[in-house]
């Protein structure tokens, strides 16, 4: 088993996951440093749990775009060919599994 130490919004974390996937995580870790930047550019101060809340909301928001379009899109039978080629239902999937995962942390995190 892969391990990447990886930082989120200052902080260290040591991440397990499958061996030859340690870059596909830090690829990810991107996008919630992404998210970080996002939400400090808001300004404001947030605990750690509080700021890993918001980002996986953005996270589940972006999802639930997907979701609408992937619906919408499989409702028309089709769509114009560059909505077709710019949307992945794998991708939108990915991203609502993602999303839950965060999402879950999120709520473990805000238990007292």
Do not use: W
């Amino acid at each position: 088993m892969g391990q990447v130490n990886i930082r989120v919004n200052g902080y260290s974390h040591t991440i397990g996951c499958k061996d030859g996937e340690e870059q596909h995580v830090q690829d990810l870790v991107g996008q919630i440093e992404e998210k970080v930047r996002v939400i400090r550019s808001m300004g404001g101060q947030f605990s750690e749990s509080r700021m890993l809340l918001h980002v996986a909301l953005l996270f589940a928001d972006e999802a639930n775009d997907l979701r609408i379009d992937l619906a919408r899109l499989r409702s028309q039978g089709g769509a114009a060919p560059v909505v077709a080629a710019t949307t992945d239902p794998r991708l939108a999937e990915r991203l609502s599994r993602i999303a839950e995962r965060i999402e879950g942390i999120a709520n473990a995190i805000e238990k007292p």
